[in-house]
């Protein structure tokens, strides 16, 4: 629900308007304007009679908003959203940004020579999952601690900020203590709530990726427990939904670029490297979501894919992300934007 005060409102009247909502178990977030205050009301707003709040005098006018989302939603915040990622803008008119490195953090030599690849390549940020999710429990996991001082050190040796997963609750400070720019929330953590309110009180970043067989509206949602929190530093991440298509690794879902777009201000990034599960396929799917608008793109890259420790398949070369980026300014010329 949307509150609109008028523009003499007193705040004597409106504190009261506060109070009679929030003693309901809902929350009041409040957006000033030049003309107007907006009011967005998070919570079961069922419960709320538009008609009393009519009645408080500072009240100009009320709209309830179909989707349950009211932070990561357009309505509430017109403009689009740019988040800073250390230096690095995502969203809104600025520059395409692409992230990029190996899918997992191997040892320092092998990280820096990757590191070094990329960036010269033209990545605006690193990327390298020191603690790795999964499917089997016999699979290697990631070097943990280890690798997220490896990432610290390519980071002050290359100077672009870094971006990796968070997979509990306990490894925040952790993160923080190394200072990493973005913390991804990765698709099998999308729904991990007591994850995102956490995640969600500290001023971090966050990359939260679609769950594997979640509706757009329940990744809204999901962005919405962070931004609730307090931290509305929050970027879409488009990987791909499991569907019963098997000749790629996941289904590259890019309509839900124009869809959030439509909704949300959040910045949207795409990552075709486990959408697709195949390099071969990873620089058509970039330069299709380049042309339907995405703020980003998140690609595995890795100085020797047949040698990296996991995700080989779907990793391009150095020499590859050059050509794909090289291409993707091409695009993006066309659409008024840069990369």
């Known amino acids: 629900m949307i509150i609109t005060l008028k523009r003499d409102a007193s705040q004597e009247e409106t504190e009261r308007l506060i109070h009679s909502i929030e003693q309901l178990g809902l929350e009041m977030h409040l957006i000033s304007g030049t003309s107007f205050n907006v009011f967005g009301v998070v ?123 968070l997979m509990s609750i306990n490894k925040i400070q952790e993160f923080l203590d190394h200072d990493v720019d973005m913390i991804q929330i990765g698709a099998r953590n999308m729904q991990n709530f007591d994850l995102l309110k956490e995640v969600g009180k500290t001023n971090v970043p966050v990359l939260l990726k679609r769950g594997l067989s979640n509706t757009i509206e329940e990744w809204l949602m999901a962005a919405e427990y962070i931004m609730s929190g307090g931290n509305t530093n929050v970027i879409l991440c488009e990987r791909g939904i499991r569907t019963f298509e098997k000749y790629t690794r996941n289904t590259l879902d890019l309509s839900v670029i124009p869809i959030v777009k439509e909704r949300s201000h959040l910045p949207i990034v795409i990552d075709p490297s486990h959408a697709t599960g195949d390099r071969d396929l990873v620089e058509s799917m970039s330069l299709a979501a380049i042309a339907a608008g995405a703020d980003g793109l998140i690609i595995e890259a890795h100085h020797n894919p047949e040698a990296a420790w996991s995700d080989g398949a779907q990793t391009v070369t150095p020499e590859q992300l050059q050509q794909i980026i090289a291409k993707g300014k091409a695009i993006a010329h066309v659409i008024g934007r840069s990369m």
Do not use: W
């Open 43 to 165: 919570g079961d707003t069922t419960i709320l009679d538009e008609k009393k709040i009519y009645g408080y005098s500072c009240v100009q006018d009320v709209c309830r908003i179909a989707a349950p989302y009211k932070l990561a939603n357009r309505v509430f915040h017109p403009s689009d959203s740019v988040i800073d990622v250390g230096g690095v803008k995502v969203g809104g008119h600025e520059k395409i940004v692409v992230i990029s490195g190996p899918c997992s953090v191997e040892d320092e030599e092998s990280l820096m020579t990757s590191a070094e690849a990329v960036k010269k390549a033209g990545a605006d940020m690193l990327r390298g999952g020191a603690y790795k999710p999964r499917t089997s429990p016999y699979a290697f996991q990631g070097r943990g601690e280890e690798g997220l001082i490896t990432l610290q050190h390519a980071k002050e040796k290359f100077g672009f900020p870094i971006v990796t997963e």
